[in-house]
């Protein structure tokens, strides 16, 4: 089945993680740097979201913790996945099941991000070893030191083509020369 890719603004907007392991707390993190506004519901949670600043609901899975929920994360055993996907699929939102593609409508990929440029890797949920695999290659080839700088110049070319009115088609082919221009002394 062919994916749409997207990027998320979460900022501010509840997202509900189901299970309170690992799985889970390897999630978090991201959740959080998104300014995701985030409730964990599970029996027990590790250490890290104890400690998190989340809101946590030490108890199983209910049908309303979805209420208002924008994405769900379901990193829960498999049955508690099952019933998570149900109730997101009835209120039209999205769930990431973890390690659960026929319950998942989101697949969260490996993502690479390099002074405000952000890539992200999808197996279409069918190999997330190798999103791993593939992130790391991406991130020993893309300077760190480099990418920062390619980011300013293209900023700057963008205000300056919006403010000259030049044509998104025109745009790459001078970005290419700009970015080469950074080299040119070298």
Do not use: H
């Amino acid at each position: 089945m062919p994916l749409f890719p997207v990027f998320l603004k979460l900022a501010g907007r509840p997202v509900v993680i189901v299970g309170g392991g690992p799985v889970a707390t390897s999630k978090l993190g991201a959740l959080l740097a998104a300014d995701a506004r985030v409730t964990v519901v599970a029996p027990e949670v590790t250490p890290q979201i104890a400690a998190s600043d989340v809101q946590i609901r030490r108890r199983r899975f209910e049908v309303s913790d979805l209420d208002d929920a924008w994405l769900v994360v379901a990193a829960a055993p498999p049955a508690v996945n099952r019933a998570v996907a149900a109730a997101a699929e009835a209120r039209q939102v999205f769930v990431n099941a973890v390690d659960d593609p026929p319950n998942a409508s989101v697949y969260l990929g490996g993502v690479v991000r390099r002074g405000g440029v952000t890539v992200a890797i999808s197996t279409d949920g069918q190999a997330p070893a190798l999103a791993g695999l593939v992130r790391q290659a991406l991130e020993a080839l893309l300077p760190e030191e480099e990418v920062p700088r390619w980011m300013s110049v293209a900023r700057d070319q963008r205000a300056e083509w919006i403010a000259t009115g030049v044509p998104m088609d025109r745009r790459r082919p001078l970005l290419l020369r700009a970015l080469a221009g950074l080299y040119e002394d070298c």
